[in-house]
């Protein structure tokens, strides 16, 4: 283990740790940023060039160098390091890095997390209360420390937590070491587009670390066309039948044959069929394996319903699976909150109770309403500089009105709060599924880009639920920053503001750019590029876009994704187009 104040890096298990007065804390970086790290660390105080670290780090596979970027940006906010006056990591401007810090070796006796320990990508929320939930699911851990699978479905309504008691339970798995953890979250718009998606990005995430060696050679033997499709084997599915439900099934069972084996996927609702059929016959196995399939999903979304409804009445019916159905917070969980927000113990009279009884206990629209107060000058903070106790400025019974009954209302409300030009910004932003940039914007809106760029950081500092995300370097050399939505639910109001004509000219402008920013690497996008061509009903570009994905799949000995790609364009030619 490599140690370098105020942390330690244990490269066999792919932790992080940061020296705490009581404890050590574990930081919690994605498989290729802290790839990225270990490399500098193992190599302190000597110039690293962009093409000694590619080299080292995706060896077979061309990659931009401009992401090396991002990760640094990922590592230095990590490590809490400062690019201008770096303690960490230096940037020698054209040349590389250095890793300038002090590095010796460490030779304590912790606990050794197991291996192939895959982490979330953001930090583990803190956590108020759900001790119950917790101490329920350590039980079922228990279970499958002692071979018995799991299948538990985690359920309720969007923003009650779900994911923050995910969170919290695997980040204690963790750090306990008493189980490895792997997550795929499906993602609105993909599901019916990419099969496996959710699964192939928590193998990926096995596979990617370190000491994932151990998974690519089970993948390899047992599931071998299910390794092709991770990053870390492209093309490996040459000579590999079909990916296999059998195949990835009792490969995941053999990686939790020793340690147990956190499978997570988050929101179901939004899950291919083929996921469905995984979860299924992975409930069905009889196999003694130390697996827990935990899986959240939102009881009442309109995607992807009824398969989704009938596969967990089938595994709850046979007592195959089990289901925990979150409930709301407490009003003393609510304060607990409450209290974390604002950073304030003791809070205004009456605030708790007012947010608990409006909100109905969901975290998410709790917190809606506290930036709802602030906004309209209800709640405020006096003293220099906004320092002093935050108070109330008029009776909540004065409010109440101007509280909107549900969560997507209450969006809606924040949203018609902004000016037009930066309702246009952030309704472009909803264009793209997971992280926006804002080039994308600009296309979108047929603007500059530097401006569209000012706007986004100037809504990233003044909102709540946008966040600036990172910057990535495009063909060209161009740098454009890229923004996330802090919660689904602002995405979609965004998105179903806009008339369908102006979405779509919108999400044809995207592609349509994509395909000019990537000229001569059309390979890297044309999936995407298809994407924005089918939401926009622009059925012949986005058939052509498929077709063209297909090829550069084939070329890629990626076999099965072309043959789905294919598919996917007959089936829109034959639905849409009547070809
Ligand atoms: N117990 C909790 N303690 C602190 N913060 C919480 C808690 N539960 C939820 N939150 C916060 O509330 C917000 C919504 O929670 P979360 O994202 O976990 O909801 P979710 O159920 O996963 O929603 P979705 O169905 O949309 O994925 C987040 O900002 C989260 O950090
Ligand atoms: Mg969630």
Same mark, same amino acid.
């Given at each position: 283990m490599k140690q370098f104040e105020p942390f330690r890096l244990d490269a066999a298990n792919s932790r992080l740790w940061r020296r705490d007065a009581q404890q050590d804390a574990p930081i919690v970086l994605p498989p290729k940023p802290f790839a990225v790290l270990r490399y500098l660390v193992d190599n302190p105080g000597r110039l690293i060039t962009h093409d000694e670290l590619l080299d080292a780090l995706w060896p077979e596979t061309y990659v931009q160098p401009q992401v090396l970027r991002t990760y640094m940006l990922e590592l230095r906010k990590a490590l809490g390091d400062d690019a201008e006056n770096p303690r960490f990591i230096q940037t020698l401007p054209k040349r590389g890095y250095c890793f300038v810090a002090p590095v010796t070796d460490w030779n304590g006796t912790e606990r050794r997390a197991p291996l192939g320990t895959a982490l979330s990508m953001e930090e583990p929320a803190r956590f108020v209360n759900r001790t119950e939930e917790l101490a329920q699911l350590q039980r079922e851990l228990k279970h499958v420390s002692a071979g018995e699978r799991r299948v538990i479905f985690l359920v309720g309504e969007a923003g009650i937590g779900k994911t923050a008691l995910v969170d919290a339970f695997c980040g204690q798995a963790m750090t306990a070491g008493t189980a490895s953890v792997a997550r795929g979250q499906c993602v609105p718009g993909v599901g019916g587009r990419e099969d496996f998606y959710p699964l192939l990005e928590a193998l990926s995430q096995l596979c990617a670390l370190p000491g994932g060696e151990e998974a690519r050679q089970v993948l390899a033997q047992m599931a071998p066309a299910w390794l092709a499709h991770t990053p870390q084997a492209p093309g490996a599915d040459a000579a590999a039948p079909d990916r296999t439900i059998a195949g990835l099934s009792a490969a995941l069972e053999c990686l939790a044959a020793e340690q147990p084996l956190i499978l997570v996927l988050e929101d179901l609702h939004w899950a291919d069929g083929a996921t469905l059929d995984v979860i299924s016959a992975l409930a069905r196995r009889r196999a003694r394996t130390k697996l827990m399939l935990l899986a959240t999903y939102r009881p009442r979304s309109e995607a992807s319903e009824t398969p989704l409804k009938s596969l967990r009445h089938d595994l709850l019916i046979r007592k195959l699976g089990g289901e925990f159905v979150l409930a709301p917070l407490s009003r003393l969980s609510m304060a607990g909150l409450l209290s974390e927000q604002l950073s304030q113990k003791i809070l205004p009279n009456g605030l708790a109770e007012f947010v608990h009884r409006r909100s109905e206990g969901n975290p998410l629209f709790a917190i809606a309403i506290v930036e709802h107060l602030i906004a309209q000058g209800t709640l405020v903070r006096k003293g220099e500089n906004g320092a002093a106790a935050w108070e109330l400025r008029r009776g909540l019974e004065q409010v109440e009105a101007g509280v909107p009954e549900g969560l997507v209302q209450m969006v809606e409300l924040e949203i018609d709060r902004l000016s037009s030009e930066q309702q246009r910004v952030l309704e472009a932003g909803s264009l793209m599924p997971v992280a926006f940039p804002a080039w994308a914007v600009a296309a979108a809106l047929a603007c500059d880009e530097a *401006?569209? *760029?000012?706007?986004? +950081? $100037?809504?990233?500092?003044?909102? %709540?639920? #946008?966040?600036?995300?990172?910057? +990535? *370097?495009?063909?060209? $050399?161009?740098?454009? =920053?890229?923004?996330?939505?802090?919660? *689904? #639910?602002?995405?979609? #109001?965004?998105?179903?503001? !806009? =008339?369908?004509?102006?979405?779509? !000219?919108? %999400? #044809?402008?995207?592609?349509?750019?994509? $395909?000019?920013?990537?000229k001569g690497r059309e390979a890297d996008v044309t999936r995407e590029m298809a994407m924005h061509f089918e939401a926009a009903g622009s059925w012949k570009r986005a058939v052509e876009a498929l077709r063209l994905a297909a090829q550069h799949a084939e070329r890629r000995h990626a076999h099965a994704e072309s043959a789905e790609l294919r598919q996917r364009a007959e089936r829109i030619e034959m639905r849409e187009i009547g070809a």
């Open positions: *401006e569209s *760029e000012e706007m986004c +950081d $100037g809504l990233a500092r003044r909102l %709540h639920f #946008v966040e600036r995300a990172g910057e +990535d *370097e495009l063909p060209g $050399g161009m740098r454009s =920053a890229f923004y996330a939505f802090a919660h *689904e #639910v602002y995405r979609e #109001v965004l998105y179903r503001r !806009q =008339a369908a004509p102006r979405r779509a !000219q919108r %999400h #044809v402008r995207i592609a349509e750019r994509l $395909g000019e920013l990537f």
